[in-house]
């Protein structure tokens, strides 16, 4: 039981930073291809800054969230009743997750690109 839950888990976090890797990567190359066109100059420099930039960002997000649902902050706002702490702390942890393998992977590509165009 906890091992299908904790695969479900694993299988959604996957497939939603694919996703967001994705969309990121294809506006970063529509992004740096168009300005490459309009300036006549090759912008892959500036495509390996971009996705470094978007790393940190996606870093940022995820912290923010970790910070929001943390335990404490809820108490602060007023937050306590334990079935909605529980459930929504469980959702708050996938979310972060996402955005941490999310950033991993845009840092990882980043490095790979520094490395390509050096």
């Known amino acids: 039981m906890v091992a299908t839950n ?6 959604n976090i996957v497939k ?11 506006g ?12 006549h100059r090759d912008m892959f420099y500036y495509f390996t800054l971009l996705t470094l930039v978007e790393a940190a ?13 943390s335990v404490s902050f809820r108490r602060v706002t007023g937050v306590s009743r334990k079935l909605e702490r529980s459930v929504g ?3 708050d942890a996938q ?3 996402t955005y941490v393998a999310t950033g991993v992977v845009l840092l990882a590509v980043s490095f790979v690109l520094a490395y390509v165009s050096s």
């Open 95 to 97: 979310q972060i997750a």
């Open 57 to 69: 960002l996606v870093f940022l997000v995820a912290g923010a969230i970790d910070i929001v649902s």
């Open 89 to 91: 702390m469980q959702k």
């Open 16 to 26: 939603k930073t694919a996703l967001l890797v994705g969309v990121i990567i294809l």
């Open 28 to 39: 970063d190359i529509t992004g740096t291809l168009m300005v490459s066109i309009g300036f």
């Open 6 to 11: 904790l695969r479900k888990a694993v299988h």
